[in-house]
């Protein structure tokens, strides 16, 4: 068991659901003037609480840096599910890897939207002259993928937010104060990934993968059993403070991490896996929006038996942003990353005409 410590402050566990709770004994005082007493007993109990609350937001958030043991996926089998890392071609022509990928059945799934500033999301100060720059309030669709595979299993490539969304936000004090932080958000389960999945009767998932670990991408998992195996990027990190951004969907789950090939800085499409070892679904790096971010290539095939190529961004970058040749906005963890990794997706469809591009999130018309 891994033990963290925090000098003069409290030791952690860093295991999920391990956390001690922490009893503060409130000391009675007498004074001689009632309203001094009075004055100085809720000058005691606010200090006592804010050390609380400080101590809580302390273990949790070392418990997010640190993260939870998880098993290496590429080592790892879950059922007929196994990643293999493979080598990137190094002269930049993936031709030869898109013909190797085997067609699935894909569906688009949008479980609610957002409502965002535009330079958030993307760098209106390289938008060209002339062009609108103003930067408004925009409200974009949050998109996932639900595949079926040859063999029959379905995977989902990101959740959105799920079901319960409303009532947790309405209901407890983590949904108020969320709701008082986060960008407005609404969930709608017409096209969400669970209300494809029993609308067209598939079974049940046989893995999630997630793009990265942002709320908005991770929230929906609560919608699916917790014995579905989960897949994302070593470095990603997932945040879970008390009060704040409560979210248990990542919590008793059994998790497999897409290990770094390079040990060192991550560049955009210098690390790919075969995510499931049977050429469905490959995994690229798009690092920048977080530090572990990835993206995903993949075909279908036509009623003419032709196929199609795609490549799902996730929030690498949007669709406006792609559309006016800018970058991702402010909400990015690392600009210059998140900016030389769209240069990346530019250059890679600018190579590969027949590939079509997929994103996260795309404005309401």
């Known amino acids: 068991m891994k033990k963290i410590f ?24 007498t004074y001689r003037n009632s309203d001094t007493s009075t004055h100085r007993s809720i000058k005691d109990i606010a200090r006592h609480v804010g050390f609380f ?78 062009t609108d720059r103003t930067d408004r309030l925009i409200t974009v669709d949050i998109q996932s993928l639900v595949f079926v595979l040859p063999s029959g299993d379905v995977i989902l490539v990101d959740t959105g937010i799920g079901s319960a969304f409303d009532t947790r936000k309405t209901g407890t004090i983590s949904g108020l104060l969320a709701a008082a932080i986060l960008p407005p958000i609404v969930w709608d389960g017409t096209d969400s990934p669970f209300s494809i999945i029993t609308r067209l009767q598939l079974p049940t998932p046989s893995a999630i993968v997630l793009t990265h670990l942002h709320f908005d991408h991770v929230n929906g998992l609560a919608d699916f059993p917790v014995d579905i195996p989960i897949v994302y990027h070593e470095k990603e990190k997932h945040i879970d403070i008390p ?5 248990p969907s990542l919590r008793s789950r059994p998790i497999g991490t897409l290990m770094s090939t390079h040990g ?14 049977n050429g469905c679904l490959l995994a ?17 095939e036509t009623a003419n038996n032709e196929r199609q190529y795609y490549l799902f961004v996730g929030d690498a970058l949007t669709a406006e942003a792609y559309g006016y040749g ?33 994103f996260a999130h795309s404005e309401r018309q």
């Open 6 to 29: 925090l000098p003069g402050l409290l030791t952690c566990v860093n295991e999920c659901q391990s956390i001690e709770r922490y009893t503060i004994p409130m000391k009675q005082k």
């Open 53 to 130: 609350l400080a101590a809580a937001l302390v273990v949790s958030m070392v418990q997010s840096c640190t993260g939870t043991p998880v098993a290496s996926f590429e080592n790892e089998s879950y059922g007929s599910l196994s990643a293999v890392p493979l080598v990137p071609p190094l002269d930049g022509d993936w031709s030869s890897v898109l013909a190797e990928l085997q067609p699935v059945g894909m569906h688009r799934a949008r479980s609610g939207y957002l409502t965002v500033k535009r330079s958030q999301l993307n760098n209106l100060a390289l938008y060209p002259e002339g």
């Open 243 to 247: 009060l704040l951004f409560e979210d």
């Open 264 to 277: 060192g800085t991550r560049e955009p499409f210098s690390e790919v896996w075969d995510v499931f070892g």
């Open 284 to 300: 690229v790096s798009l690092p920048g929006h977080s530090p572990g971010h990835i993206g995903f290539l993949f075909c279908t």
């Open 326 to 358: 800018s970058g991702p906005g402010s909400f990015s963890a690392r600009l210059d990353d998140a900016h030389k990794t769209a240069q990346a997706i530019r250059s890679f469809i600018a190579a590969h005409s027949g590939v079509e591009l997929l």
